[in-house]
């Protein structure tokens, strides 16, 4: 009873406190994240950031989440993770089977997303449901991540394409020379 009220009391403190410059309270937004989300490690949320379900979110150590990123669902962000500005990961869709149903009517379908350690997320990127980063991966500015991305893979573009892998430098050399 006593963890509900400190987490409604921490939710409103951070929509409060959405808007204000990032300097003057990080600490009481990083302190009201941690009772609000389902986990939160030694990271950085700064002003803007919006996240719908808080209590679906896990978020690791080491992490940084710039501003006006958007997080709605069931999502897990390993550690050593950067968001750049203007992020989103939508962990939900509409359901629309049913052709004589508006889909408004259908409900919405839970499609977690994970993200590994070490990850760099690009700003204006888009990350939706059912989709897994790996570890060490880099996800291009403005990219729409629509399937997972495997460990050390650069991606880019839209859809997001892997370009290479980190780990074989030979591709990455190949790709500087072109």
Same mark, same amino acid.
């Given at each position: 009873m006593l963890r509900k009220i400190r987490r409604e009391a921490c939710c409103i403190i951070i929509l409060l406190i959405?808007?204000?410059?990032? @300097?003057?309270?990080?600490?009481?937004?990083?302190?009201?994240?941690?009772?609000? +989300?389902?986990?939160?490690?030694?990271?950085? %949320?700064?002003?803007?950031?919006?996240?719908?379900?808080p209590g679906k979110v896990s978020i690791g150590n080491r992490v940084s989440i710039h501003p006006y990123t958007y997080i709605r669902g069931e999502i897990t962000?390993?550690?050593?993770?950067?968001?750049?500005?203007?992020?989103?990961?939508? @962990?939900?869709s509409?359901?629309?089977?049913?052709?004589?149903?508006?889909?408004? +009517?259908?409900?919405i379908e839970d499609?977690? %997303?994970?993200?590994?350690n070490d990850v760099w997320i690009g700003a204006h990127s888009i990350i939706l449901g059912n989709v897994t980063i790996g570890d060490g991966a880099i996800i291009g500015a403005g990219s729409v991540v629509t399937k997972s991305i495997a460990s050390y893979s650069v991606?880019?573009?839209?859809?997001?394409?892997?370009?290479?892998?980190?780990?074989?430098?030979?591709?990455?050399h190949e790709k500087n020379k072109q």
């Open positions: 959405k808007y204000i410059s990032f @300097a003057s309270t990080m600490k009481l937004r990083n302190f009201c994240y941690r009772y609000a +989300l389902k986990s939160m490690g030694d990271s950085n %949320i700064t002003d803007g950031v919006t996240i719908v379900h962000i390993g550690n050593y993770v950067a968001i750049a500005t203007r992020c989103s990961f939508i @962990a939900e509409h359901n629309f089977a049913e052709v004589t149903t508006p889909i408004k +009517l259908q409900g499609q977690p %997303i994970s993200i590994g991606a880019m573009g839209v859809p997001a394409r892997v370009v290479y892998n980190r780990k074989n430098s030979r591709d990455l």
